[in-house]
Structure formats: C-alpha cells, structure tokens
Nanobody
Framework: VQLQASGGGLVQPGGSLRLSCAAS????????MGWFRQAPGKEREFVAG????????DYADSVKGRFVVSRDNAKEMAFLQMNSLKSGDTAVYYC?????????????????WGQGTQVTVSS
C-alpha cells in the first residue's frame, strides 16, 4: 500500500490550503482514511477521519468548522480542505489508510501511512 500526500506549503494566517492523498495497493473504497499532523516537539495527533463511503466524518476539536475531509473513491484519493489557518496549524500532515471502513481517532488504527507534507502558517 502506498500513500502520497501533497499540497502543503507556506500560507498566511487566515489563508487556505487543500491537501491531497493519492492511494494505491489496496481497495481504496473499503477503508477509512485519516489525516494526522505532527508539530515540532509534539506528538502526532488526529486531525480528521472519513469512513469508507464518506458517510461519516470526524474532526479534532481544534479544527472543527475550519477543516473539511473528503474522498473520491473512483480516483482513489482523499482530501483535506483547510480554511482559516492559524499558526498553531503548522505541522507535517500525514494521510493514513485505516484498518477498517470506519474512521478511528488513534494512530494505531491506521496501518498504512504516507510520507507527510509540510504546512507552515506564518506571516
């Protein structure tokens, strides 16, 4: 299983970015997808998750109302739309493919991970 995250970059506070995650190697539409992030000196944390068919989404409290997770099973891709970005959102963002079709909030529930993409929010 391979996951390739992209779309990170430098953005000013209040700006937006859209992260993408391209997947291959397993039946994408059977599994949940998750987004996590890790800031320097901090542990990796859950950001958002989406169930196998997109019918259920979950968000960390810190990003609710600002981030939107989505997926396109036909294209085997997941997305994270990030709006109203804050300096506290600065981190390396990782996409991950779940153990089952239902999104979970903890990293061990995701056996496959992408390489990460850097998001820096700064003026």
């Amino acid at each position: 299983v391979q996951l390739q995250a992209s779309g990170g970059g430098l953005v000013q506070p209040g700006g937006s970015l859209r992260l993408s995650c391209a997947a291959s190697g397993r039946t994408f539409g059977n599994y949940a997808m998750g987004w996590f992030r890790q800031a320097p000196g901090k542990e990796r944390e859950f950001v958002a998750g989406i169930s196998w068919n997109g019918g259920r989404t979950d968000y960390a409290d810190s990003v609710k109302g600002r981030f939107v997770v989505s997926r396109d099973n036909a294209k085997e891709m997941a997305f994270l739309q990030m709006n109203s970005l804050k300096s506290g959102d600065t981190a390396v963002y990782y996409c991950a493919s779940g153990r089952t079709g239902w999104a979970r909030l903890t990293a061990p529930e995701y056996p496959y991970w992408g390489q990460g993409t850097q998001v820096t929010v700064s003026s």
